[in-house]
């Protein structure tokens, strides 16, 4: 269904009706917005086929975006299916819309103190649930979600901010659970332990957000990471490690660290493991974005092997304790962007980068002196051959580990 929506989409913009806004880092439409007209005949085209109009004038609307206003009389609309709630802070969830059985999507800004309801259960056609707990919260606050979860098979998008998921035994209480074959996104789910049969339950994922909270007590092989590789449908992973408050020294993740083939876009963050492990990551024939932020492997040199990241366009590094990086001409072929922040020990941009034919930019924020230099190095070699290619970027990156928007 997604697959067959973005050709629609694509062919809108190729015909100049939609334009393009926002791109991803791999290349897909990110953000986009319509023309002033086309806006108008839109609203106009929908309000006679009772899809979408004014508030004040609903009655059996399909879609309704709402603003800050109360939202009780919402079960006024039997026929709901998009309610698009982001810009309400709600303080306690709006159990009105459970009643609303029609619903296919839901978007709320819910900072959730407590369990969030097990009556979500009863919107049985549900397909997307996205819950934002607000930018004013801490972006340690947790969630829970209900068991019923596992019971709601329709659900394709699953997204909260931070929430522990109950593995599917603890469904059984109160009733069956079925896997759920539509799942395709998940994320951020907190030390969850990624057991055989908990795959058996979402065989189809294709996104996941994933966070791990170092007690000092629990082992990370646990978490049976090396199951992941078995997460055969999956071509977007975020993981994120980090120690808690009273932990001063988080261990590094074992090498038995695996991954599927799909894979297109991996985000590591914290995971301090050796720069020498890195071609579990470099085998990957598919990998197109690659993020390694906060210390994500550690060690003073890394060096890259023949036939590692053919298919990689964007490379970022934030935080760092690399000093020296070994790079061939041959190596990296499809790099267009690198992006480096807070590589403070890093001494320079190998020469190697910038004779990579697909190189377009390369990012710099918060870095030595010498490295640089060695960008600025790369650019002017590009100048004098005749070629203004290469752009070199000096500006503040504001990175956030927790929001909806940087999730996936």
């Known amino acids: 269904m997604e697959e067959v929506a973005e050709e629609y989409l694509k062919d809108l913009v190729d015909r100049n009706l939609i334009l393009v806004r926002e791109w991803s880092c791999s290349g897909e439409i990110k953000t986009c917005s ?3 007209i086309l806006r108008d005949f839109c609203l106009i085209k929908s309000t006679l086929e009772k899809f979408i109009s004014d508030v004040e004038y609903l009655q059996e609307s399909m879609t309704i975006f709402v603003n800050p206003i109360d939202v009780h009389f919402i079960t006024n609309f039997r026929l709901l299916r ?3 709630a982001l810009t309400i802070r709600f303080q306690e969830f709006p159990v009105e819309i459970v009643e609303l059985v029609t619903l296919r999507y839901i978007a709320l800004t819910y900072w959730m103190k407590h369990r969030f309801p097990a009556s979500i259960a009863k919107l049985c056609n549900l397909e997307t649930l996205i819950v934002n707990p607000g930018k004013f919260r801490s972006i340690f606050n947790t969630s829970f979600l209900p068991p019923e979860i596992w019971k709601m098979s329709r659900l394709r998008h699953l997204l909260f901010v931070r929430s522990y998921l109950p593995y599917p035994t603890d469904a059984l209480i109160g009733g069956s659970f079925v896997p759920l074959e539509n799942l395709q996104t ?3 789910v907190i030390n969850f332990r990624w057991t055989k049969e908990v795959l058996e339950m979402m065989p189809n994922l294709k996104k996941l957000v994933v966070s791990y909270e170092h007690d000092g007590r629990t082992e990370w092989s646990s978490y049976c990471f090396d199951n992941f590789v078995h997460l055969h449908q999956l071509e977007v992973l975020k993981c994120i490690f980090f120690a808690k408050c009273y932990i001063k ?3 590094p993740l074992p090498v038995n660290f695996d991954f599927p083939q799909k894979l297109k876009r991996l985000s590591l963050s914290g995971c301090r493991i050796s720069w020498k492990n890195m071609t579990v990551v470099g085998s990957l024939s598919n990998l ?6 906060f210390h994500a492997f550690e060690g003073p040199v ?7 990241f053919r298919r990689l366009k964007l490379l970022l590094i934030h935080m760092t304790d690399l000093e020296h990086w070994k790079v061939e001409k041959t190596h990296l072929p499809s790099l267009q962007r690198l992006s480096l922040s807070y ?3 890093l001494v320079e941009i190998p020469s190697g980068i910038g004779k990579i034919p697909a190189l377009e930019e390369i990012e710099l924020c918060e870095c030595s002196t010498s490295l640089v230099t060695s960008a600025r190095v790369i650019k002017r070699g590009h100048w004098k051959l005749g070629s203004d290619r290469i752009r070199v970027s000096l500006f503040p990156l504001v990175l956030s580990l927790y929001t909806l928007s940087s999730m996936l």
Request: with cysteine.
């Open 34 to 36: 319509i023309h002033d």
């Open 82 to 84: 998009v309610l698009d």
């Open 186 to 188: 998940l994320g951020n």
């Open 249 to 251: 020294y988080q261990d």
């Open 288 to 293: 197109e974005v690659l993020k390694l932020k």
């Open 302 to 308: 890394w060096e890259l092997n023949d036939g590692e």
């Open 343 to 345: 590589c403070y020990n």
